[in-house]
């Protein structure tokens, strides 16, 4: 079966699946990242602290941020990202990998490193 022109290219502006696969290499430049587990599941670190990891649904990430960020994002952002009772009260943010984009993806990783890293990384 042929697809029209049309169909081709909607299929072909669909962007590929962001996954813990994604963040890991969008990571991978950062000095000093280690790859690990936290609770089970994969888990990026800088120097031994955590800043990301994968969530128990493989399909949320689990992000080092801070109180003024976090509110700003669960306001601006509420499709992307989410807390639950258990993070309330710590500075981690939950992020919908099917939702993120992957400039703004790249951009959260690189504040949650900047949030772990000892200054010696940070240059």
Do not use: C, N
Request: charged content about 30%; hydrophobic content about 40%; proline content about 4%.
């Amino acid at each position: 079966m042929v697809l029209s022109a049309r169909i081709q290219y909607v299929m072909s502006r669909r962007r590929a699946a962001t996954t813990f696969d994604t963040v890991r290499t969008l990571a991978a430049s950062l000095p000093g990242v280690e790859e690990g587990t936290s609770y089970g599941t994969a888990a990026l670190k800088v120097r031994g602290k955590l800043f990301v990891r994968l969530k128990e649904d493989g399909e949320t990430i689990v992000l080092r941020t801070d109180d003024f960020e976090r509110a700003h994002m669960l306001q601006t952002h509420p499709k992307i990202f989410f807390i639950t009772d258990h993070y309330r009260d710590w500075p981690w943010v939950l992020v919908r990998l099917k939702a993120v984009r992957r400039p703004m993806l790249k951009d959260l990783i690189e504040g949650a490193w900047q949030r772990a890293a000892p200054k010696s990384l940070r240059g």
